[in-house]
C-alpha cells in the first residue's frame, strides 16, 4: 500500500486549505486513515482518524470544530479539510493508514505512511 498526501501550501491566518490522501492499493472495511503532523522541532502528533467503513471519526482538542476529516471509499482518497487555520497550525502534515480496526492516536499503530505535505499558515 503507499498513500500520496497533497494539497498542502501558503495560507493566511484565517484562511482554509484541503489535504488529499490518494491509497494507492488494497483497503478493507477494518482500515482505520489517521492524519497527523509535525511542526518545527516538535514531535509528531495525532491530528485525526477515520473509519474506512466509516461510522466513526475523532479528533485532538486542538483541532475540534475547524478540520473536517472524510473519505471517498470510490476514489480510495482520504481528506482533511482545514478551516480558521491559526499559525500553530504549521506543520508537515502526513497521512497514515492501520491495518486494523479500532481508532488510534498512536503512530506505532499505523503500517502505512505518505510523504508529507507543507501546511504554512502566517500571521
Known amino acids: 500500500v503507499q498513500l500520496q498526501a497533497s494539497g498542502g501550501g501558503l495560507v493566511q491566518a484565517g484562511g482554509f486549505l484541503s489535504l488529499s490522501c490518494a491509497i494507492f492499493?488494497?483497503?478493507?472495511?477494518?482500515?482505520?486513515l489517521g492524519w497527523f503532523r509535525q511542526a518545527p522541532g516538535k514531535e509528531r502528533e495525532f491530528v485525526a482518524a477515520?473509519?474506512?467503513?466509516?461510522?466513526?471519526?475523532v479528533y485532538t482538542d486542538s483541532v475540534k470544530g475547524r478540520f473536517t476529516i472524510s473519505r471517498d471509499n470510490a476514489k480510495n482518497t482520504v481528506y482533511l479539510q482545514m478551516n480558521s487555520l491559526k499559525p500553530e497550525d504549521t506543520a508537515v502534515y502526513y497521512c497514515?493508514?492501520?491495518?486494523?480496526?479500532?481508532?488510534?492516536?498512536?503512530?506505532?499503530?499505523?503500517?502505512?505512511w505518505g510523504q508529507g505535505t507543507q501546511v504554512t499558515v502566517s500571521s
Open positions: 497514515a493508514l492501520r491495518r486494523y480496526s479500532g481508532s488510534s492516536y498512536l503512530q506505532s499503530d499505523y503500517n502505512y
Open positions: 492499493g488494497r483497503t478493507f472495511g477494518t482500515d482505520v
Open positions: 477515520i473509519g474506512w467503513r466509516g461510522g466513526w471519526l
